[in-house]
C-alpha cells in the first residue's frame, strides 16, 4: 500500500536548537516528495521538494531535507530554528504514475519555546 | 504573497445559500485544484482540473460544482451546504506534469450556518 507517515503529531523546541520532523513512506513505484508550512491562516507554502539527483535537499528558510531511499524516508531538518518557525509541517508525496494526487502526511506541529 | 489569489478570504453563509469560491493564478499553469481542509487535518483533494477538463472528483457531494472558465480561473459553486461543510477551502495550480509541485492559495475560511 502507498502511504505517508509522520510520527509526531507535535514537537516542541527551544528557540536556536536544532530540530528534525520526521516524514517516511511506504510504496512500490518511485516517488516525489515534499515539505509544505502552514502557518495560521494561511494556506501552504512550499519548502523543498526532491524530484531526483542529490539526496540532500536544500529549501527556504534555513531548511534542508535527505532522501534516504533504502530507509524511505524525508526527514526535515533545521538546526537553529526561531520562533517564526513556529507552524504546522506536512511532507506531501506524489507516487509516479498517480497522476497528478498529491498524499499528505498528517502534518507536524513545529512548537517554538522562547 | 502567494501567486494563487482566492477570494474571499472568509464566507459565512446558511444552509440554503448559493454562493462561489473564487481562484485566480498567472503563473501560466494548467492544472487546478480544490482541496477541503478541516482544522488540525492535512488537505484532502476535491477536483482537479487539467488544461480546463475536470480529470480528477474524488467522490465530492453535487452540493459542490467545480467550474474552470479559463486556464487562469477556477471556481467552486457552493449550494445547501451542511454544517460540517465548514472548512478551510485551499485552491492549488501547477503545470500537469506529474512531478511538479503545487502552489497553494490562503484559502477561504467557510462557515456554515
Known amino acids: 500500500a502507498q502511504s505517508v507517515t509522520q510520527l509526531d503529531s507535535q514537537v516542541p523546541v527551544f528557540e536556536e536548537a536544532p530540530v528534525e520532523l520526521r516524514c517516511n513512506y511506504s510504496?512500490?513505484?518511485?516517488?516525489?516528495l515534499f515539505w509544505y508550512v502552514q502557518y495560521p491562516n494561511q494556506g501552504l507554502q512550499l519548502l523543498l521538494k526532491?524530484?531526483?539527483?542529490?539526496?540532500l535537499v536544500k529549501g527556504i528558510n534555513g531548511f534542508e531535507a535527505e532522501f534516504n531511499k533504502s530507509q524511505t524516508s524525508f526527514h526535515l531538518r533545521k538546526p537553529s530554528v526561531h520562533i517564526s518557525d513556529t507552524a504546522e509541517y506536512f511532507c506531501?508525496?506524489?507516487?509516479?504514475?498517480?497522476?497528478?494526487?498529491?498524499?499528505f502526511g498528517i502534518g507536524t506541529k513545529l512548537q517554538v519555546i522562547p | 504573497d502567494t501567486e494563487v489569489t482566492q477570494t474571499p478570504k472568509h464566507l459565512v453563509m446558511g444552509m440554503t445559500n448559493k454562493k462561489s469560491l473564487k481562484c485566480e493564478q498567472h503563473m501560466g499553469h494548467r492544472a487546478m485544484y480544490w482541496y477541503k481542509q478541516k482544522a488540525k487535518k492535512p488537505p484532502e483533494l476535491m477536483f482537479v482540473?487539467?488544461?480546463?477538463?475536470?480529470?480528477i472528483n474524488e467522490s465530492v457531494p453535487s452540493r459542490f460544482s467545480p467550474e474552470c472558465p479559463n486556464s487562469s480561473l477556477l471556481n467552486l459553486h457552493l449550494h445547501a451546504l451542511q454544517p460540517e461543510d465548514s472548512a478551510l477551502y485551499l485552491c492549488?495550480?501547477?503545470?500537469?506534469?506529474?512531478?511538479?509541485?503545487?502552489?497553494f492559495g490562503d484559502g477561504t475560511r467557510l462557515s456554515i450556518l
Open positions: 506531501a508525496v506524489i507516487f509516479v504514475g498517480g497522476y497528478q494526487k498529491v498524499t
Open positions: 526532491y524530484l531526483s539527483g542529490s539526496t
Open positions: 510504496s512500490s513505484v518511485s516517488v516525489y
Open positions: 492549488a495550480s501547477s503545470h500537469p506534469d506529474r512531478d511538479q509541485p503545487q502552489h
Open positions: 482540473y487539467s488544461y480546463e477538463k475536470l480529470s
